[in-house]
């Protein structure tokens, strides 16, 4: 059955079944619907839940005290199962200040299984279970109430299947002997910095390998501003300066507002605002002998053919594996460990003995 929850009460009446659930050590599966296309932070806007043969569909914008739920996801004999959990996990962070712990995330499993990085729900369904979902709400905008019977039923599905897929997945992981590996790779959903956003870490988004000093240090200093305002603002960082707009800024110097105003940097209505702000940041930027960003030379064609050796082996031990070959490493890691003879996602973990030795290997020989 599927259930709306969107009264105190009738959350209220689930604490047994709550319960119940934390004193067996069952499991739960989760997903969340939310909107971010306006806001800096995802608005967390619904969150199902998957009990046994149950789903229950909570709407959190209609519930003041989820005390309740919060409790159930910080429970650690509650195993959590997702699909795709890391947007999960950062808005569930972001929104009820908690962070679902143990998880499962079943399209981890998945790429551990040899099947797409990027498998989707409704397509891993479909592959394992043989069931076709609708897809036809996946665009839907779920700050609207009420909530129609096609949104409750889409949202039901995306957590009626999870406990089943868990069973197949967990069987093939521990039969293949990657458990162990899955579960040093799903440490990092815990990693809450991940989820805060530090203004102070916003240029590490941009590149600025091709900036000299003083431009490397403006756009640094524009991006933690940009980042600090979209964030007390709650509003998307675009909405203050557009990418393309900060490398502008950061490329010309414009030393006063009128000038930043006269390149169009802003809208019309923030400019009056903003411009007189960027040009003091610029102004006022002190710069330093270090590089933020170092200039990356194109490879020749000897190191061309190198890396090509490099990704001929990956792809040999992915199969050999049955791993996703982007899960055990993408190309910019392997061009990384190439340049530089160091990884720490290649040289350490499961990914050491697997990839990371054998490609660094290849590259000392060359």
């Not at 592959?127 to 036809?136: Q, R």
């Not at 815990?190 to 590490?204: G, I, L, N």
């Amino acid at each position: 059955m599927n259930y709306l929850i969107d009264e105190q009460s009738a959350l209220d009446a689930l604490q047994p079944l709550f319960t119940e659930l934390r004193a067996e050590g069952g499991m739960l599966a989760v997903d969340t619907e939310f909107l971010r296309e306006k806001t800096y932070h995802a608005k967390l806007c619904l969150v199902q839940l998957g009990i046994g043969e149950d789903q229950y569909c909570i709407d959190v914008l209609a519930i003041a005290d989820l005390s309740l739920l919060e409790e159930l996801f910080i429970d650690t004999a509650v195993v959590k199962l997702f699909h795709a959990a890391r947007q999960d996990m950062e808005v569930i962070w972001q929104s009820l200040k908690v962070l679902p712990k143990p998880v499962f995330d079943t399209q981890l499993a998945a790429a551990f299984c040899g099947m797409d990085l990027q498998l989707g729900h409704t397509a891993l369904v479909a592959e394992k279970l043989g069931v076709e979902l609708s897809k036809s709400q996946a665009r839907t905008d779920w700050t609207r109430r009420p909530l129609t019977s096609k949104q409750l039923e889409y949202a039901a599905e995306d957590v009626a299947h999870l406990v089943r897929l868990h069973a197949l997945l967990k069987e093939a992981l521990d039969e293949a002997g990657k458990f162990a590996w899955f579960e040093e790779e799903i440490e990092d959903l815990y990693e809450v910095e991940k989820y805060d956003a530090d203004p102070a870490k916003a240029y590490q988004r941009l590149s600025g390998g091709n900036l000299n000093l003083q431009q490397q240090y403006v756009l640094q200093a524009l991006a933690e501003w940009r980042e600090s305002m979209a964030k007390d603002r709650d509003i998307p960082r675009s909405w203050v300066v557009r990418d393309d707009k900060l490398y502008e800024l950061a490329t010309k110097l414009p030393t006063s507002a009128d000038e930043i105003i006269e390149l169009g940097i802003f809208g019309r209505r923030s400019a009056p605002r903003f411009a007189p702000q960027a040009a003091r940041i610029i102004g006022d930027t002190q710069v330093e002998n270090t590089a933020l960003w170092r200039k990356v030379d194109p490879l020749d064609k000897q190191q061309k053919g190198v890396v090509s050796v490099m990704m001929n082996e990956l792809k040999e031990q992915a199969q050999q594996q049955e791993i996703a070959q982007g899960l055990l490493a993408t190309r910019r890691d392997v061009e990384s460990l190439f340049r530089h003879g160091r990884s720490d996602k290649l040289l350490s973990g499961w990914r050491e003995n697997v990839i990371g030795n054998k490609l660094l290997n290849i590259a000392q020989r060359a």
